[in-house]
């Protein structure tokens, strides 16, 4: 292999690198990609010989029509959908049981689907937590798209799954019958297996020490996980349970000295390691880390090392993972492993270790920020501290319990786990909030990538490095600091959020969504762990948007629909003061909720103005107090940039009328309409009178209410007033210098 690698025209490194941007120029449809692509093509046949470029040339044309067949069959499989399924195969190890909520990856002619179900009593909920074996369900169900993105850098569910082979969802009404089953799929019975060893985890070990088990040997996180995984995620740490070269390498080392104790020679051992690979690669669920990492450690074996090493990986996962590169997890693996390899030879001891970590933490930066917008500083040390713990320590003391439990299940060592869970907590109360560098866009994620790169280069060059760190620091404010107005309301489902900045930076939020509380009583079993509708959208698109403190948030009403995410919101941001109307301020319950944020708290009347935009937004309800029901609701309005824009909060048919009366000239271009376009709002005498260009009207995707309702559409047409709606288009938003541009997710 080594020969054969000798005598390739250019450096492997280099060929991975230019087919990686054919890759997205096919897989993303990125002219950007492309215009990278031809561009490292002309540089390379004025850096090579025309026999040598010539050779990549073919090389990559083989390559770009395996991408352009893998990218053809995955649109067909998007086309040619089910009409309905009766049966499906459930992959045991994917079965995840939340509080009534079922969900598991089933198999059904060849086809895989993401299935839901709802658990009709205990006994069914305790059967599928213990379920381990193959089975098959002959069931009533509804097929249905995956949903799509529906906030600008939000999360596109349909996209994710994709990227697993996934094209639809199965919602199963009722579960006809339950057979076990055989097969003889190597995937399958694999799944079987790991499911078998999770289930016996949870059966013989207590919490917490279960679900570090669980995790650190075999990748699998469970739901009563939640609560931890938040605060390891919060510390920036969480990747040490993402399965890695370090967890591959102890498995792999300790399954090579256990055979050359039996007496195997190191020909016999070689080969026996890839089935082995298979194996493991199996119990962890096929993630994307551990694959990579097998690859290089079979790769190592072989004798390529090096950069080699991870070229030669990359080419193999465009072959055999061709959406492996579509996921963040198999682009943050890469980039890790790509630095590391980068970093190898540059010293030993505690200075290289130390040197090392932050050359990957800042190498990596770009793309932590492009998918998650945020890095905490505190990440680095706890890094450094705590992959000692988990890889030299946990992980061979998980390792040990586990084989032993077979024979005697040692739970008395508990305590390790509750004290450093307890650590843990200890430290995310102290640690300050993450640094929220936003979201860079395209153009400069590469132009980030490449910065650091050179300065990786130049690290010698003091001139240089100083000049490219100041371009750097130019790159990342740019990021941050996008340099434009907006006026962008969110999908937050049956909710509604509005958030303003203009180009200075100041920022308005207008209400933070949530969700009405249900008045149905559950019982224990049914409890779940859930997370808030603003933790799903509101939150990540504004960390995208760089927004690490909002300086006035206003919450118009009390309704739990514009005020429940409250709480998340002012954990997730510094919150310089919140408005409110003096009537609400009589809900007790919202009145607790304030004290409960710590953050300043405001009312404000009828005639106060907010500057923004080198405009300002004034209040023109309510005019008298109330008991803090919609009759207070606060109304804004003002002339920003080029439209003049009215938002009504929760404002019902009496509050029209009365706006109507003391400002009987106002002008309207853009309106948000009241009470997700209900029929109480939205009057005809209020329409027709202020004739808005545009009405937005936030409302959750096949809501229970079938709001917006048809009388107010039908009003709203009767004007020819412009409707978009975040239940169909997604989130709308505003963007411009001097006047506006409206866009919208769909």
């Known amino acids: 292999m080594l020969q054969w690698i000798k005598t390739f025209p250019i450096l492997l490194i280099y060929l991975s690198f230019l087919l990686l941007w054919l890759y997205y120029a096919i897989f993303s449809a990125s002219y950007l990609a492309l215009l990278g692509f031809v561009f490292l093509l002309v540089c390379l046949f004025i850096q090579f010989s025309w026999k040598s470029a010539g050779k990549v040339l073919v090389i990559c044309g083989v390559f770009g029509f395996w991408f352009l067949f893998q990218n053809w069959q995955q649109s067909q499989a998007g086309q040619n959908l089910e009409d309905s399924v009766e ?77 697993q082979g996934i094209y639809q969802t199965l919602n199963i009404k009722k579960i006809q019958s339950f057979q076990k089953v055989g097969s003889w799929d190597m995937g399958e019975n694999l799944s079987s297996l790991r499911r ?58 300790g399954f090579k000295k256990l055979l050359l104790r039996l007496g ?57 993972m061709p959406n492996f590169f579509l996921t963040a997890g198999g682009v943050l693996s890469c980039a890790y492993a790509f630095i590391l390899t980068m970093t190898s030879k540059e010293g030993e001891g505690i200075k290289a270790v130390v040197r090392e970590s932050l050359v990957i933490s800042l190498g990596i930066l770009p793309i932590l920020s492009f998918y998650f917008a945020e890095f905490q500083p505190w990440s680095i040390l706890l890094t450094f501290v705590f992959s000692f713990l988990f890889d030299l320590v946990l992980l061979p003391l998980l390792s040990i319990l586990f084989a032993l439990s077979f024979l005697y299940p040692v739970i008395q060592l508990n305590f390790i786990f509750e004290w450093l869970e307890g650590m843990i907590r200890l430290v995310s109360q102290v640690a300050s909030r993450p640094l929220v560098f936003g979201q860079p866009n395209a153009w400069l994620l590469i132009l980030l990538l490449i910065s650091l790169a050179l300065v990786y280069d130049l690290r010698k060059n003091i001139k240089n490095l100083t000049v490219l760190s100041l371009l750097i620091t130019g790159l990342f404010f740019l990021t941050k600091y996008p340099l434009e107005n907006e006026i962008t309301m969110l999908d937050v489902g049956q909710g509604e959020s509005i958030f303003l900045r203009d180009v200075t930076g100041k920022t308005i939020l207008i209400d933070v969504g949530g969700k009405a509380e249900s008045d149905k009583k559950i019982e224990k079993w049914q409890e779940k762990a859930t997370t808030s509708n603003a933790q799903r959208t509101l939150i990540p698109y504004l960390k995208s948007r760089g927004v690490a403190k909002i300086d006035q948030l206003i919450l118009t009403n009390t309704d739990k629909e514009h005020v429940g995410d409250l709480l998340e919101v002012t954990k997730a941001f510094h ?150 709606r975040t239940d169909q288009q997604g989130a709308i938003r505003f963007k411009g210098w001097k006047s506006w541009k409206i866009e919208s997710v769909r």
């Open 87 to 163: 049966r499906v195969r459930i992959l045991p190890d994917t079965i995840k049981v939340n509080g009534d909520s079922l969900s598991f990856r089933g198999k059904s002619d060849g086809r895989i689907f993401q299935v839901y179900y709802k658990l009709q009593s205990e006994e069914e909920k305790e059967a599928f937590q213990s379920l381990t074996a193959l089975h098959d369900l002959e069931l009533e169900g509804k097929l249905s798209e995956p949903e799509g993105q529906r906030n600008f850098g939000g999360f596109d569910y349909q996209a994710y799954l994709k990227t």
């Open 196 to 253: 078998k060893a999770v289930v016996w985890i949870k059966t013989h070990f207590p919490d917490p020490m279960r679900n570090y088990m669980t995790g650190l040997l075999l990748g699998h996180l469970d739901t009563d996980f939640e609560e931890m995984n938040e605060l390891y995620s919060s510390l920036g740490i969480i990747h040490l349970f993402a399965l890695s070269g370090m967890q591959v390498g102890f498995f792999m080392d």
């Open 264 to 320: 195997l020679s190191q020909e016999q051992l070689k080969w026996l390691t890839y089935p082995f690979s298979l194996i493991y690669a199996g119990l962890t669920g096929f993630s994307a880390s551990v694959i990579r990492s097998l690859l290089q450690k079979l790769l190592a074996q072989h004798g390529v090392k090096g950069l080699d090493n991870f070229a030669l990986t990359v080419l193999v996962l465009f072959i055999i």
């Open 575 to 724: 919150v310089g003061e919140i408005l409110v109307s003096k009537g609400s301020l009589k809900q007790k319950e919202f009145v607790a909720e304030l004290q409960a944020t710590q953050t300043k708290v405001r009312s404000v009347t009828t005639g106060e103005n907010l500057p923004i935009f080198g405009s300002q937004l004034e209040i023109l309800s309510p005019r008298k107090m109330g008991d803090g029901n919609h009759e207070d609701s606060l109304v804004l309005y003002g002339k920003l940039l080029d439209k003049n824009f009215l938002f009504t909060g929760n404002l019902e048919d009496k509050g029209e009328k009365d706006m109507l009366k003391y400002y009987p000239y106002l002008e309207v271009d853009v309106l948000k309409a009241s009470q997700h376009g209900s029929k109480n709002s939205s009057s005809p005498a209020f329409l027709e009178k202020l004739k808005p260009e545009m009405t937005l009207i936030s409302v959750g995707k096949s809501n229970r209410m079938k709001l917006p309702h048809q009388e107010t559409l039908t009003r709203l047409e009767t004007i020819n007033s412009k409707v978009y």
